[in-house]
C-alpha cells in the first residue's frame, strides 16, 4: 500500500525503553491516523526530552499532516513543526538516518513554494541530506524518490535560472533527467505502489521524448491510493493527460 512507502521507517532501531511507548502510536501512523498521535508524542517529548525517535515520528507526524491540511494557514502550523523537530533532531545527532531523510522532506517541502533563488540555494542541503539517508538506508524507496524528484526539478529549470546558479555556486547543483529516471526507477522497483513515483518518473520520460512510455506509466497509476491532496492533483494531472492523449 501507498503507506509503507512514506512511513517505511516505523520504526527501525527504536531503544526497548520506549518500544512500549510507541507501540500505539506506530500503529497510527502505519494506519495514517497522524491527529492520534501528536498528544502522545508530545507527552513523550515532555518526559524524554531530545530523544531522537521521538522527535523524528513528531517531524514526520506532522509533515503528513501539512499534507493533509485543507487550509493553507494549518499547512503552514504543521509544516513549520515538522521542520523544527527534526532541527532539533540533526542538532542532537547528525549522523542519523531517519534525521537526515526527515530533514531533507521537512527541509523541502518548506522551501518548495519559495522564489527559484532560495530553491537553488536549498538544492545542495537537500542533496547532501537526501544521499545520507539513502547511503544507510539503502533499501527505503522514499529517499530514492526524494532524489528523483530533485534531480528532475533541477534539470527542468530554465536556462535563466542555471545562470543565477553559477552565480549562487562556484559549483552549481546539477541535476539531470537520466539521474531522475535512476533514482525514481530504484524507487519504483522497491515499492510499486506508490502513485507519486510513476508520476515523476512520467514526466521524466516526457522530457526525454518518450511520450509511449509515459502514458503507459500514467494508465497503471490511475487505480493506486490517493492519500493526500499532493496525490490527488498527481493523479488529475494524469487523467488530463491521459484524456488529451485520446482526444
Known amino acids: 500500500m501507498v503507506k509503507n512507502i512514506q512511513l517505511f521507517f516505523l520504526f527501525l532501531g527504536a531503544s526497548a525503553l520506549y518500544a512500549q511507548d510507541f507501540s500505539k502510536i506506530d500503529i497510527d501512523l502505519d494506519n495514517l491516523n497522524f491527529k492520534e498521535t501528536i498528544i502522545p508524542l508530545q507527552k513523550l517529548n515532555n518526559t524524554f526530552p531530545k530523544n531522537i525517535d521521538v522527535l523524528v515520528r513528531l517531524s ?16 503552514k502550523l504543521n509544516m513549520d513543526k515538522a521542520l523544527g523537530y527534526i532541527v532539533e533532531a540533526m542538532s542532537i545527532d547528525s549522523t542519523n538516518a531517519q534525521v537526515h531523510k526527515w530533514y531533507a522532506v521537512s527541509y523541502g517541502k518548506s522551501v518548495e513554494n519559495q522564489n527559484i533563488r532560495t530553491q537553488i540555494e ?126
Not at 514526520?60 to 499547512?75: G, I, M, N, Q, Y
Not at 490517493?226 to 496525490?231: A, D, F
Open 60 to 75: 514526520a507526524a506532522h509533515h503528513f499532516l501539512s499534507e493533509e491540511a485543507d487550509e493553507k494557514k494549518v499547512e
Open 122 to 247: 536549498s538544492s545542495k542541503i537537500i542533496e547532501f541530506h537526501s544521499l545520507q539517508a539513502i547511503e544507510q538506508l539503502p533499501n527505503d524507496p522514499f529517499c530514492y524518490n526524494i532524489m528523483g524528484q530533485w534531480h528532475y526539478r533541477l534539470a527542468d529549470i530554465s536556462s535563466l535560472s542555471r545562470r543565477l546558479a553559477t552565480i549562487i555556486f562556484e559549483e552549481p547543483p546539477q541535476g539531470s533527467f537520466e539521474m531522475a529516471e535512476y533514482f525514481l526507477k530504484k524507487s519504483l522497483e522497491l515499492e510499486p505502489n506508490y502513485i507519486g513515483t510513476y508520476y515523476w518518473l512520467g514526466k521524466t520520460y516526457q522530457k526525454t521524448g518518450r511520450k509511449d512510455d509515459a502514458l503507459l506509466l500514467f494508465r497503471e497509476a490511475t487505480d493506486l491510493d490517493r492519500p493526500y491532496k499532493r496525490e490527488e492533483l498527481m493523479y488529475n494531472d494524469m487523467i488530463k493527460q491521459l484524456k488529451k492523449e485520446k482526444s
